[in-house]
């Protein structure tokens, strides 16, 4: 007969909602502002968003028996992109600030937030953030379906971490903006 693992050996590993803090995907959300970062503008109608880091590695080649014939890694360049989509609105002001800063070869500040509702006001949470620009800002317009865009960004610069800041930075970069200065929509 198998054995049953006790309490004690399970100590830690508990899953419910409380230890595992899930967010849900529809609420992360994407801002951008312009580079004096004055005017935050949610863009309108997303659907879907990633953020990717990376690194360059470099490898270090040796005949060294210290390494046992494994190589050694270094890290090299880093970088960071990040991608929205979803459903296009010709009068977002989001998606226009994005296609100007395409065309004019202007950054733009990248602020990935998670948008908490409270009973007072909306609550955007930084994420993730930094200065990108706009690799790319596609729309399609298919005859039997909505019109969506694809929006790429690569960063420059280290970005902002929500895993990195202090309480007070985060606190800092967090926006609130109270039901009354929410437009109806």
């Not at 909602?17 to 801002?31: D, F, Q, Y």
């Not at 060294?64 to 979803?86: E, L, M, P, R, Y």
């Not at 280290?158 to 009354?180: F, N, R, V």
């Amino acid at each position: 007969m198998a054995e049953t693992p006790s309490n004690k050996n399970l100590l830690g590993c508990e899953f419910d909602a409380a230890t595992a803090k899930a967010v849900a995907g529809k609420n992360i959300v994407a801002l951008v502002t312009n580079k004096t970062g004055n005017v935050p503008l949610c863009i309108a109608g997303q659907q879907g968003l990633s953020f990717d880091m990376e690194a360059e590695t470099t490898e270090a080649a040796t005949k060294d028996d210290s390494t046992g014939g494994w190589s050694v890694k270094f890290h090299g360049a880093k970088n960071w992109s990040a991608s929205v989509d979803g459903l296009w609105s010709i009068d977002d002001d989001a998606n226009k600030m994005i296609a100007a800063a395409l065309v004019d070869d202007e950054y733009l500040c990248l602020k990935i937030c998670q948008r908490i509702k409270t009973d007072a006001a909306l609550v955007y949470k930084p994420i993730r953030m930094g200065l990108a620009i706009v690799t790319s800002d596609n729309f399609e317009a298919p005859n039997d379906d909505n019109a969506t865009y694809s929006i790429d960004f690569d960063g420059t610069g280290k970005p902002w971490l929500i895993e990195t800041a202090s309480e007070a930075e985060i606190e800092a970069a967090t926006l609130t903006i109270p039901y009354q200065n929410v437009a109806e929509g």
